[in-house]
């Protein structure tokens, strides 16, 4: 079983998988899944085409991190860009867009690039994206608002074990845009 955990930066997927990754080392109970920090692997291997200097990122190259992923099908993938790429499940983290842009700002972003994500939070781009790639029955959203990671960490547990529906659609931020 691959699962894609996803979500715009800044909603808690590294924090979340990390946790899980210790749960599901610690655990004889879980699923055995590796746990891949895709954004790691892009930086350790190059797989960017080339540095966005005016938005302070690097530009994914997708073919070579799908060339990557190609046999690793035990593992839960951990990326802004994991929705890109083959997945039995794929968890979309979610956030109130006014914390989102808090979180960003509180480590470093600048205040264009966290407006701009939580712009991106409010109209559901990275929800959207994964239910137009893996279908509504594939995708489970995560509202991490005002959840401690420990409580994040419980409902992706339950999505890897089976224990949770699928939920797209669920989660509404339009609001913070009028």
């Known amino acids: 079983?691959?699962?894609?955990?996803?979500?715009?930066?800044?909603?808690?997927?590294?924090?979340?998988?990390?946790?899980?990754?210790?749960?599901?080392?610690?655990e004889d109970s879980l699923p055995e899944l590796e746990?891949?920090?895709?954004n790691r692997v892009l930086d350790r291997e190059g797989f960017y085409t080339e540095v966005d200097?005016?938005?302070?990122?690097?530009?994914?190259?997708?073919?070579?991190l799908s060339t990557w992923l190609e046999g690793r099908?035990?593992?839960?993938?951990?990326?802004h860009l994991a929705h890109h790429f083959?997945?039995?499940?794929?968890?979309v983290l979610r956030c109130g867009p006014e914390q989102l842009e808090e979180r960003l700002l509180e480590?470093?972003?600048?205040?264009?690039?966290?407006?701009?994500?939580?712009?991106?939070?409010?109209?559901?781009?990275?929800?959207?994206?994964a239910v137009e790639e893996h279908g509504l029955e594939s995708v489970y959203e995560i509202d991490t608002t005002d959840c401690e990671p420990a409580a994040v960490v419980d409902a992706l547990e339950d999505v890897v074990?089976?224990?949770?529906?699928?939920?797209?659609?669920?989660?509404d931020?339009?609001?913070y845009l009028t």
Do not use: Q
Request: aromatic content about 2%; proline content about 2%.
């Open 86 to 91: 083959d997945a039995d499940r794929v968890v």
């Open 1 to 26: 079983m691959k699962v894609a955990v996803t979500g715009t930066p800044g909603t808690g997927k590294t924090t979340a998988t990390g946790l899980l990754e210790e749960r599901l080392a610690a």
């Open 73 to 79: 099908d035990d593992a839960v993938v951990d990326s």
């Open 173 to 175: 931020f339009v609001g």
């Open 35 to 38: 746990v891949i920090h895709l």
């Open 161 to 171: 074990t089976g224990d949770r529906e699928p939920s797209a659609g669920e989660v």
């Open 107 to 129: 480590r470093g972003e600048t205040a264009s690039k966290a407006r701009e994500n939580a712009e991106s939070e409010a109209l559901d781009v990275v929800l959207s994206e």
């Open 53 to 64: 200097a005016d938005r302070e990122s690097k530009v994914a190259d997708l073919d070579a």
